[in-house]
Protein backbone atom coordinates (compact mmCIF):
# COMPACT_ATOMS: atom_id res chain seq x y z
CA UNK A 1 0.00 0.00 0.00
CA UNK A 2 1.67 3.32 -1.04
CA UNK A 3 1.58 5.97 2.15
CA UNK A 4 0.16 9.17 1.75
CA UNK A 5 1.27 12.59 3.31
CA UNK A 6 -1.09 13.75 6.26
CA UNK A 7 -1.98 16.86 4.03
CA UNK A 8 -3.09 14.10 1.25
CA UNK A 9 -5.42 12.79 3.97
CA UNK A 10 -6.47 15.80 5.12
CA UNK A 11 -8.13 16.73 1.61
CA UNK A 12 -9.94 13.39 1.20
CA UNK A 13 -10.88 14.44 4.78
CA UNK A 14 -12.13 17.88 3.50
CA UNK A 15 -13.68 16.64 0.48
CA UNK A 16 -15.83 13.75 2.36
CA UNK A 17 -17.17 16.83 4.52
CA UNK A 18 -17.77 18.82 1.56
CA UNK A 19 -19.85 15.46 0.07
CA UNK A 20 -21.70 15.50 3.35
CA UNK A 21 -22.38 18.71 3.10
CA UNK A 22 -24.21 18.91 -0.02
CA UNK A 23 -26.54 15.97 0.92
CA UNK A 24 -27.11 17.56 4.06
CA UNK A 25 -28.00 20.40 2.65
CA UNK A 26 -31.36 19.11 0.92
CA UNK A 27 -31.90 17.72 4.25
CA UNK A 28 -31.72 20.78 6.26
CA UNK A 29 -34.02 22.70 3.50
CA UNK A 30 -36.61 19.98 4.56
CA UNK A 31 -36.29 20.77 8.08
CA UNK A 32 -35.52 17.03 8.96
CA UNK A 33 -33.86 15.49 12.03
CA UNK A 34 -30.47 15.18 10.71
CA UNK A 35 -29.56 17.99 8.10
CA UNK A 36 -26.71 19.61 7.00
CA UNK A 37 -24.13 19.08 10.32
CA UNK A 38 -25.11 15.82 10.85
CA UNK A 39 -24.15 14.02 7.51
CA UNK A 40 -21.36 16.15 7.05
CA UNK A 41 -20.00 14.79 10.70
CA UNK A 42 -21.25 10.95 9.49
CA UNK A 43 -19.29 11.27 6.07
CA UNK A 44 -16.35 13.44 8.10
CA UNK A 45 -16.25 10.35 10.34
CA UNK A 46 -16.03 7.49 8.16
CA UNK A 47 -13.26 9.28 6.37
CA UNK A 48 -11.76 9.34 8.82
CA UNK A 49 -11.90 5.88 9.86
CA UNK A 50 -11.19 4.93 6.53
CA UNK A 51 -7.97 7.01 6.49
CA UNK A 52 -7.04 5.49 10.07
CA UNK A 53 -7.83 1.84 9.22
CA UNK A 54 -5.77 2.13 5.50
CA UNK A 55 -2.75 3.86 7.38
CA UNK A 56 -2.90 4.21 11.12
CA UNK A 57 -1.47 0.84 11.88
CA UNK A 58 0.91 0.23 9.37
CA UNK A 59 3.73 1.00 10.71
CA UNK A 60 2.51 -0.57 14.05
CA UNK A 61 2.13 -4.15 12.71
CA UNK A 62 4.86 -4.37 9.90
CA UNK A 63 5.08 -7.74 10.43
CA UNK A 64 1.97 -8.67 11.13
CA UNK A 65 -0.70 -9.35 7.77
CA UNK A 66 -3.00 -6.58 8.59
CA UNK A 67 -6.43 -5.95 7.13
CA UNK A 68 -7.76 -2.78 7.27
CA UNK A 69 -10.60 -3.14 5.60
CA UNK A 70 -11.79 -4.41 9.03
CA UNK A 71 -12.14 -1.51 10.74
CA UNK A 72 -14.26 0.56 8.16
CA UNK A 73 -16.23 -2.45 7.31
CA UNK A 74 -17.68 -1.50 11.19
CA UNK A 75 -18.97 1.56 9.84
CA UNK A 76 -21.88 -0.33 8.19
CA UNK A 77 -23.27 -1.84 10.93
CA UNK A 78 -22.25 1.41 13.44
CA UNK A 79 -23.74 4.10 11.28
CA UNK A 80 -26.82 1.66 11.84
CA UNK A 81 -27.34 2.64 15.20
CA UNK A 82 -27.22 6.50 14.56
CA UNK A 83 -29.60 5.85 11.81
CA UNK A 84 -31.92 3.78 14.55
CA UNK A 85 -32.32 7.04 16.55
CA UNK A 86 -33.95 9.22 14.03
CA UNK A 87 -36.52 6.63 13.54
CA UNK A 88 -39.48 7.14 15.15
CA UNK A 89 -43.18 5.68 15.47
CA UNK A 90 -46.02 8.10 14.76
CA UNK A 91 -49.56 6.67 15.31
CA UNK A 92 -49.56 3.87 13.33
CA UNK A 93 -46.76 4.93 10.43
CA UNK A 94 -42.76 5.17 10.89
CA UNK A 95 -41.04 8.18 10.32
CA UNK A 96 -37.47 8.78 9.78
CA UNK A 97 -36.47 5.50 7.42
CA UNK A 98 -35.61 8.12 4.62
CA UNK A 99 -33.13 9.93 6.88
CA UNK A 100 -32.16 6.78 8.29
CA UNK A 101 -31.07 5.96 5.06
CA UNK A 102 -29.56 8.82 3.64
CA UNK A 103 -27.40 9.36 6.79
CA UNK A 104 -26.43 5.28 5.62
CA UNK A 105 -25.09 6.94 1.97
CA UNK A 106 -23.29 9.64 4.08
CA UNK A 107 -21.34 7.20 5.67
CA UNK A 108 -21.10 5.41 1.93
CA UNK A 109 -19.51 8.82 0.73
CA UNK A 110 -17.91 9.39 3.17
CA UNK A 111 -15.82 5.88 2.75
CA UNK A 112 -15.44 6.70 -0.64
CA UNK A 113 -13.76 9.92 -0.59
CA UNK A 114 -11.65 8.66 2.16
CA UNK A 115 -10.32 6.07 0.31
CA UNK A 116 -9.26 8.50 -2.56
CA UNK A 117 -12.30 7.57 -4.61
CA UNK A 118 -13.45 11.29 -5.33
CA UNK A 119 -14.88 10.34 -8.72
CA UNK A 120 -17.34 7.58 -7.38
CA UNK A 121 -18.37 9.75 -3.82
CA UNK A 122 -19.36 12.94 -6.30
CA UNK A 123 -21.22 10.46 -8.49
CA UNK A 124 -22.86 9.11 -4.91
CA UNK A 125 -23.68 12.59 -3.41
CA UNK A 126 -25.26 13.25 -6.92
CA UNK A 127 -27.29 10.01 -6.38
CA UNK A 128 -28.12 10.67 -3.01
CA UNK A 129 -29.62 14.47 -3.38
CA UNK A 130 -30.90 13.47 -6.81
CA UNK A 131 -33.46 10.30 -5.12
CA UNK A 132 -34.20 12.71 -2.13
CA UNK A 133 -34.79 15.29 -4.84
CA UNK A 134 -36.89 13.69 -7.91
CA UNK A 135 -38.06 10.80 -6.46
CA UNK A 136 -39.83 12.34 -3.42
CA UNK A 137 -42.58 14.01 -5.77
CA UNK A 138 -42.77 10.81 -7.94
CA UNK A 139 -42.98 8.54 -4.49
CA UNK A 140 -45.92 11.38 -3.61
CA UNK A 141 -47.63 10.68 -6.87
CA UNK A 142 -47.66 6.95 -7.03
CA UNK A 143 -48.24 6.94 -2.62
CA UNK A 144 -52.35 6.86 -3.01
CA UNK A 145 -54.69 7.20 0.12
CA UNK A 146 -57.46 4.03 0.58
CA UNK A 147 -59.86 6.98 -0.93
CA UNK A 148 -58.36 6.51 -4.00
CA UNK A 149 -56.97 10.33 -3.97
CA UNK A 150 -53.31 11.33 -2.95
CA UNK A 151 -52.10 13.00 0.30
CA UNK A 152 -51.85 16.72 0.10
CA UNK A 153 -50.19 18.34 2.77
CA UNK A 154 -51.89 20.52 5.82
CA UNK A 155 -51.71 24.04 6.73
CA UNK A 156 -52.28 24.90 10.37
CA UNK A 157 -52.67 28.31 11.54
CA UNK A 158 -52.06 29.72 15.28
CA UNK A 159 -52.62 33.24 16.81
CA UNK A 160 -52.20 34.09 20.13
CA UNK A 161 -53.01 37.27 21.27
CA UNK A 162 -50.80 38.38 24.22
CA UNK A 163 -49.54 41.62 26.21
CA UNK A 164 -46.55 43.58 24.19
CA UNK A 165 -44.46 43.31 26.82
CA UNK A 166 -44.31 39.44 26.65
CA UNK A 167 -44.07 39.23 22.82
CA UNK A 168 -41.12 37.68 23.13
CA UNK A 169 -41.96 34.78 25.76
CA UNK A 170 -44.53 33.94 23.76
CA UNK A 171 -43.04 33.44 20.29
CA UNK A 172 -40.90 31.29 22.55
CA UNK A 173 -43.24 29.38 24.12
CA UNK A 174 -45.38 29.36 20.45
CA UNK A 175 -42.33 27.73 18.86
CA UNK A 176 -42.14 25.17 21.97
CA UNK A 177 -45.12 23.99 21.67
CA UNK A 178 -45.49 23.61 17.99
CA UNK A 179 -41.95 22.06 17.73
CA UNK A 180 -43.89 18.24 16.86
CA UNK A 181 -42.69 15.67 14.74
CA UNK A 182 -43.77 15.23 11.53
CA UNK A 183 -44.61 19.51 11.04
CA UNK A 184 -42.26 21.67 9.79
CA UNK A 185 -42.73 25.45 10.73
CA UNK A 186 -42.60 27.79 7.77
CA UNK A 187 -43.34 31.28 9.47
CA UNK A 188 -43.75 33.16 12.78
CA UNK A 189 -44.71 36.84 13.40
CA UNK A 190 -46.00 39.40 15.62
CA UNK A 191 -48.36 41.84 14.75
CA UNK A 192 -50.11 45.21 16.61
CA UNK A 193 -53.44 43.53 17.55
CA UNK A 194 -56.90 46.33 17.88
CA UNK A 195 -56.73 46.89 21.27
CA UNK A 196 -54.11 48.85 22.82
CA UNK A 197 -50.86 47.49 24.42
CA UNK A 198 -51.70 44.00 22.55
CA UNK A 199 -49.82 41.80 20.38
CA UNK A 200 -51.05 39.03 17.65
CA UNK A 201 -48.48 36.33 17.15
CA UNK A 202 -49.09 33.64 14.79
CA UNK A 203 -47.31 30.55 13.46
CA UNK A 204 -47.84 28.84 10.23
CA UNK A 205 -47.10 24.79 9.97
CA UNK A 206 -47.32 22.85 7.33
CA UNK A 207 -47.77 18.63 7.88
CA UNK A 208 -47.97 16.00 5.32
CA UNK A 209 -51.66 14.20 5.64
CA UNK A 210 -53.86 15.31 7.83
CA UNK A 211 -52.48 14.63 11.32
CA UNK A 212 -53.93 14.45 14.81
CA UNK A 213 -55.39 17.44 15.69
CA UNK A 214 -55.31 16.50 19.28
CA UNK A 215 -51.48 16.51 19.76
CA UNK A 216 -51.72 20.36 18.59
CA UNK A 217 -55.15 21.03 20.74
CA UNK A 218 -53.09 19.88 23.79
CA UNK A 219 -49.89 21.73 22.97
CA UNK A 220 -51.76 24.89 22.43
CA UNK A 221 -54.07 25.14 24.69
CA UNK A 222 -51.41 25.27 27.12
CA UNK A 223 -50.90 28.58 25.70
CA UNK A 224 -53.99 29.58 27.30
CA UNK A 225 -52.91 29.31 30.51
CA UNK A 226 -50.44 31.87 30.83
CA UNK A 227 -51.77 34.92 31.80
CA UNK A 228 -50.48 37.67 29.55
CA UNK A 229 -52.25 35.28 26.79
CA UNK A 230 -55.70 36.59 26.26
CA UNK A 231 -57.23 34.44 22.86
CA UNK A 232 -55.70 31.52 21.17
CA UNK A 233 -56.91 29.97 18.37
CA UNK A 234 -56.18 27.36 15.44
CA UNK A 235 -57.36 26.53 12.17
CA UNK A 236 -56.23 23.84 9.69
CA UNK A 237 -56.60 24.14 5.77
CA UNK A 238 -55.30 21.54 2.92
CA UNK A 239 -52.42 23.30 1.20
Known sequence: MQLISQWEMAGHLTAALGFGSLIGLERQWRARMAGLRTNALVAGG???FVLLSQYGFLGAVAEVQYDGSRVAAQIVSGIGFLGAGVIMRDGLSVRGLNTAAT??????????????MFLLAAFGTAGVVGANLVLRPLGRRLDREPGGGAEVSTD??????CREDEEAHIRHRLVD??????????????????EAGKVTVSALLTAEGRRDDRMLEEAVSNLSLDPSVSAVSWSAVPA
Open 46 to 48: AAL
Open 103 to 116: LWCSAAVGCLAGAG
Open 156 to 161: YHFEAV
Open 177 to 194: ALGRPGYTLREIRSVDAP
